[in-house]
């Protein structure tokens, strides 16, 4: 089992930055990727970001890229989404989520069911 525990929200004017933290601890050493998910209110979940834990390597959802960046420090169990340039529909409860089940199957995780693992969430609001 993984925990959770994402830091870093706030409220900022459009156009400025925050970045989230999402720590882990329990059995990190079988984290296989962490992804990053918004919910807006009256909206559903949506996908945001992913990173594969070992390689580094990154996806993400067309209306963030080239704003957002996500990252991971290993040795700290910890996982990172930078967001600048920030506009008034990024506004959303934002969650980060790890999976912990190999499979063959897709390279990205996009979908929040296929993770294992959900932090509390972190409310960020960005106020025109």
């Known amino acids: 089992q993984v925990q959770l525990v994402e830091s870093g929200g706030g409220l900022v004017q459009a156009g400025g930055s925050l970045r989230l933290s999402c720590a882990a601890s329990?059995?990190?050493?079988?984290?296989?990727?962490m992804g990053w998910f918004r919910q807006a209110p009256g909206k559903e979940r949506e996908f945001v970001a992913t990173?594969?834990?070992?390689?580094?390597?990154?996806y993400y959802t067309d209306s963030v890229k080239g704003r957002f960046t996500i990252s991971r420090d290993n040795a700290k169990n910890t996982g990172y989404l930078q967001m600048n340039s920030l506009k008034p529909e990024d506004t959303a409860v934002y969650s980060c989520?790890?999976?912990?089940?190999?499979?063959?199957?897709?390279?990205?995780?996009?979908?929040?069911?296929?993770?294992?693992?959900w932090g509390q969430g972190t409310q960020v609001t960005v106020s025109s």
């Open positions: 989520a790890a999976r912990s089940t190999y499979s063959s199957g897709p390279y990205y995780y996009i979908e929040a069911a296929q993770y294992d693992s």
């Open positions: 329990g059995r990190t050493f079988s984290i296989i990727a």
């Open positions: 990173i594969r834990w070992s390689g580094g390597s990154t």
